[in-house]
């Protein structure tokens, strides 16, 4: 079968058909990228060409608050600095993870009432110069495009209001956290209307839901219809309305949640967290003809290669049949990943994943 583009190889999977071979992608922190230069990776370079990885590019709007963006504090280890969302936080410059957050100025229900008058959906909330420049490339090459949607449970807790306000809220103020998904959510769509009626036409929408941790989820099944689903579900059918997909990626165990994803017609799903508890086999068994299965492949393996090639053994052959599977590690790949070993990686996923 002859080499195929990147959104060949994506159209194939959601096809749930056999394409070259499955596509592979994945996500460095920064202080692997930073390994891989003193390693051998030209700095500069794309570490997608580098590899000859598949390529996806994301289009993002912003749909925050607009809450001045000060630096507080700064050194050679880290910064501390304010978001747009009002939130205080500390980036380590040389290390992996997420940030530190210190501070939230959403953190009541009259906090919010005041953001959200200034969430608006105006036009310069989208960064034009990059789609006119960037665009007609990516879809040159054959890249896959997706809209990245910031709306939900995941946004709320971790980068406007705090993980433990937002799960006390949720049981005490339940209408509050309803409200600020829907808006975020309200904003986030009515911005993408006009990149796409504007031209730029996009592949899939994509956000983060991070909704589980090992073996458990943060909330009940319950909870999670009552004040997540309904606007998950209104994202899958914004998406199926222009005729794209929807893809979603939520981290730790949501076994629980899955049968609903499906039922809503969720197109795709990552990152399969193994280590939190996800089989992405028995997954594959149990919805491979309606879901494409994004990851599972145990990053805590991945500077292992004797470890990790007996996983990918293992696992991708059962994964790739019949289609419906994208590579990647099932979370990112951490700074213990060498740039020889990356490299082993990848190419054995190039010929476990060929359909040769």
């Known amino acids: 079968m002859a080499a195929m583009t990147t959104r060949e190889r994506f159209q194939r999977m959601f096809e749930h058909q056999e394409a070259d071979r499955i596509p592979i992608i994945d996500l460095p922190w920064g202080s692997t990228i930073e390994r891989w230069q003193r390693e051998g990776l030209p700095v500069g370079a794309d570490f997608r060409d580098f590899f000859d990885l598949d390529r996806t590019e994301a289009i993002g709007t912003d749909n925050s608050p607009h809450y001045p963006v000060r630096v507080i504090e700064e050194n050679d280890q880290y910064k501390i600095h304010t978001s747009d969302w009002g939130v205080t936080m500390k980036d380590w410059k040389h290390a992996g993870g997420t940030p530190e957050f210190l501070e939230h100025t959403i953190v009541s229900p009259d906090a919010w009432r005041e953001a959200k008058k200034r969430m608006t959906s105006t036009p310069d909330r989208v960064d034009w110069k990059n789609l006119e420049k960037n665009y007609p490339e990516w879809r040159r090459r054959g890249s896959w495009l997706q809209a990245i949607l910031w709306f939900g449970f995941d946004v709320t807790h971790s980068w406007i209001v705090g993980t433990e306000r937002t799960l006390m809220a949720m049981v005490e103020q339940p209408e509050w956290i309803s409200d600020m998904i829907d808006h975020e959510l309200t904003v986030s769509l009515a911005l993408f209307d006009q990149v796409w009626e504007r031209g730029y036409t996009f592949d899939s929408v994509l956000w983060y839901e991070d909704m589980g941790?090992?073996?458990?989820?943060?909330?009940?099944?319950?909870?999670?219809?009552?004040?997540?689903?309904?606007?998950?579900?209104?994202?899958?059918?914004?998406?199926?309305?222009?005729?794209?997909?929807?893809?979603?990626?939520?981290?730790?165990?949501?076994?629980?949640?899955?049968?609903?994803?499906?039922?809503?017609?969720?197109?795709?799903?990552?990152?399969?967290?193994?280590?939190?508890?996800?089989?992405?086999?028995?997954?594959?068994?149990?919805?491979?003809?309606?879901?494409?299965?994004?990851?599972?492949?145990?990053?805590?393996?991945?500077?292992?290669?004797?470890?990790?090639?007996?996983?990918?053994?293992?696992?991708?052959?059962?994964?790739?049949?019949?289609?419906?599977?994208?590579?990647?590690?099932?979370?990112?790949?951490?700074?213990?990943?060498?740039?020889?070993?990356?490299?082993?990686?990848?190419?054995l996923a190039k010929k476990l994943g060929s359909y040769a």
């Open 213 to 347: 941790y090992k073996q458990n989820q943060f909330f009940s099944l319950n909870m999670y219809r009552d004040l997540v689903k309904p606007h998950q579900q209104r994202a899958i059918d914004w998406a199926h309305a222009k005729g794209i997909k929807a893809h979603l990626h939520s981290c730790g165990d949501i076994r629980p949640f899955v049968p609903d994803l499906v039922g809503m017609g969720l197109d795709a799903l990552n990152p399969l967290e193994v280590k939190a508890g996800m089989n992405p086999v028995e997954l594959k068994k149990q919805f491979g003809d309606k879901l494409v299965l994004h990851g599972g492949i145990n990053a805590v393996l991945w500077d292992d290669v004797a470890a990790i090639s007996a996983e990918m053994e293992r696992v991708i052959p059962a994964l790739k049949e019949h289609g419906g599977y994208i590579f990647s590690s099932d979370h990112s790949v951490p700074d213990s990943v060498s740039l020889d070993n990356f490299r082993r990686i990848t190419d």
